[in-house]
């Protein structure tokens, strides 16, 4: 894995992730140059995990402080992923900091017909214009 502190990566960039295999996996990918923050969960009110439990309180803190120009979500895309990555955005919005969230859907390689219904119908909902 590559150097987390290396001083090339953008600090104003932040990706939040659900856990640090989470980092693992995009590190992998070499494509990501900013910070991560990493949850440890994702909000559950059935389970009582709220945005204390998470510390999102000190996430908010360095939106508001300015340090933070950029946050890309890469919660699982799970209900409570889904959840936990619709509240951070909102934080983030109120401070005017660009949200993004990673694209979900068919895997690079995969084929159609042995992609399920659910994937498919968020592949296409989020599709993307092609570039010339």
Not at 40 to 47: A, E
Not at 63 to 87: H, K
Not at 94 to 104: G, K, L, M, N, Q
Request: negative net charge; hydrophobic residues 40%.
């Amino acid at each position: 894995m590559r150097d987390l502190l290396d001083v090339k990566r953008d600090p104003a960039t932040l990706c939040v992730v659900e856990a640090p295999v989470d980092v693992m996996a995009i590190e992998q990918s070499a494509s990501f140059r900013g910070h991560y923050y990493v949850l440890m969960g994702h909000l559950s009110p059935i389970d009582g995990i709220g945005p204390e439990q998470l510390g999102l309180d000190a996430l908010c803190e360095r939106f508001d402080a300015g340090e933070i120009n950029e946050v890309i979500l890469a919660t699982n895309p799970t209900v409570e992923g889904e959840a936990t990555a619709y509240y951070i955005s909102e934080r983030a919005r109120s401070a005017e900091i660009t949200v993004s969230r990673i694209a979900h859907g068919v895997p690079l390689g995969g084929e159609l017909e042995y992609t399920d219904a659910n994937t498919l119908a968020h592949a296409l909902s989020g599709r993307t214009v092609m570039r010339e």
